[in-house]
């Protein structure tokens, strides 16, 4: 038996956002966002068409959640603040309702002891900036920039923990790259300019809340998959890892705790000739703002090889022009998501961490396992029995308690999520939560297996096994 002791004030928790747990109620103010005006356009894009509407009615149900975060061992949770609910067109009036709720919502988790992490951004644009242009446009930026101030003037003094972005590659990727979410775009020139406004609205939004001298941190959240080559002696393998590396973490990750981009990638956007635009100033504000407080969300790596197959001329420059995704024998896979599970990879982030990045305090953000039909795994107590979730977070967990005993800055675990909830086109196709939602029963909560089993942990801060 080995007992894996965690440091003493570790965060245990959980992690969701705003736009894919809170619903909304008419009256409640709440402006239109690019999902919910997506699914409005084309439903079937959706997985059984269910759309962010209801989601987990988090927005009535926020009090009895509460208390089952307690019940599941939460000493801190994070979600996201809609941009959409507190200003509904972006820029413009602030909605009282929202304001409201959120003060109640973070009010909630104090008063019961769980510390509320709060992120700006969760690939959640207003509507009414998407159609300007989106993170495209630079009045975005400056929107943005507004938004946050009222945020940290809003609530500054009751939440100590701030993420400028979840996952900002997302938008990038998904939007602009590769179809996945609205508006659907495929132009890596588009795909540059979004990242770099994201990369220095996440800069400004530091800048102001370090002005302010609220007594907090302010990070970001990355989804960071490490790249592995197919091949670690074959230069050609190693390089286009690096290139993956670059395009798809270090992208975001050099400006944020580092303050410039990556020389690599500015060395292929060049020679793209898709530089985007930059103002006078704006490397000096990313040079200058940098983040207190790295998330980390892992679920996946990345495997690479050197180019093999003929590169795609049909949607312009892609990153896939520099290396070939490669699929490694005998992964092993989550079937319903699609995605590799590789513990060993959290730990090699936090070695990166360490080594690379100033061993900046930093945290597991996000980590989980979706799985469908969940239901099947019910026993005679009524409980889903998700014993492989319980596999998955402690095969994780001791990576992590070995990083921390080599040195690693890591302060903390939060599970994606707490309660299942709406994901993207996914809708509630997977599950991830500790806490189980059964839409056709009004959205009635039941504690996983999984969720005691956090609890124990959470309570004893460390693992026996
Ligand atoms: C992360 C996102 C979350 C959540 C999670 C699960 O990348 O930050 O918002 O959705 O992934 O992924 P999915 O919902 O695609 O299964």
Request: glycine share 8%.
């Amino acid at each position: 038996m080995t007992n894996y002791q965690f440091p003493a004030h570790f965060w245990w928790g959980s992690a969701a956002s705003g736009p894919q747990t809170e619903g909304c109620v008419s009256g409640d103010g709440k402006g239109e966002n690019i999902f919910d005006y997506w699914y409005s356009k084309e439903p079937e894009k959706f997985f059984n068409q269910v759309g962010p509407g209801k989601a987990s009615q988090v927005y009535t149900k926020y009090k009895e959640d509460v208390q089952l975060m307690k019940q599941t061992g939460h000493n801190s949770f994070r979600t996201s603040i809609q941009w959409s609910r507190l200003i509904p067109e972006g820029i413009g009036e602030v909605n009282p309702k929202a304001v409201e709720f959120y003060h109640s919502y973070f009010d909630e988790l104090i008063e019961n002891g769980i510390e509320p992490f709060v992120n700006l951004y969760h690939c959640d644009m207003p509507m009414a900036l998407q159609e300007k242009g989106g993170w495209l446009n630079r009045e975005t930026v400056e929107a943005y920039e507004r938004y946050a101030k009222i945020c940290f003037e809003l609530f500054g003094t009751k939440v100590k923990k701030w993420f400028t972005h979840n996952e900002p590659i997302v938008p990038v990727e998904a939007g602009y790259l590769y179809r996945w979410h609205y508006p659907e775009e495929s132009d890596m020139k588009q795909a540059v300019q979004i990242g770099y406004h994201e990369a220095l609205a996440s800069a400004l939004a530091v800048k102001a809340y370090h002005e302010m001298e609220l007594e907090g941190q302010i990070g970001i959240i990355l989804n960071l998959t490490p790249s592995y080559p197919r091949d670690e002696k074959n230069p050609e393998d190693v390089k286009a890892a690096a290139i993956a590396d670059a395009f798809f973490n270090r992208s975001f990750l050099d400006p944020a705790v580092k303050g410039e981009f990556p020389q690599e990638l500015v060395a292929i956007v060049k020679e793209l000739g898709i530089m985007p635009a930059i103002n006078e100033g704006d490397l000096t504000i990313i040079k200058e703002n940098t983040i207190d407080l790295l998330g980390i969300n892992y679920y996946q790596p990345r495997r690479v090889k050197a180019k093999e197959t003929p590169i795609d001329q049909e949607n312009g420059p892609m990153p896939e022009d520099y290396f070939d995704n490669y699929q490694m024998p005998g992964r092993k896979m989550n079937p319903y998501r699609g995605w590799e599970i590789y513990e060993k990879g959290i730990y090699d982030i936090l070695v990166n961490v360490r080594e690379n990045y100033g061993n900046i305090e930093c945290f597991i953000s996000e980590n989980g396992m979706g799985v469908e039909n969940e239901a099947r795994f019910i026993k005679e107590d009524g409980m889903i029995h998700d014993d492989y979730r319980i596999e998955f977070v402690q095969e994780h967990l001791k990576y992590v308690h070995q990083a921390i005993q080599e040195g690693s800055n890591c302060l903390g675990y939060h599970m994606w999520t707490c309660m299942d909830n709406w994901s993207w086109t996914n809708a509630y196709k997977n599950r991830y939560g500790f806490i189980s939602v059964d839409l056709s029963n009004d959205g009635k909560r039941t504690i996983k297996k999984s969720g005691y089993w956090f609890k124990e942990l959470s309570d004893k801060n460390e693992m026996i096994l």
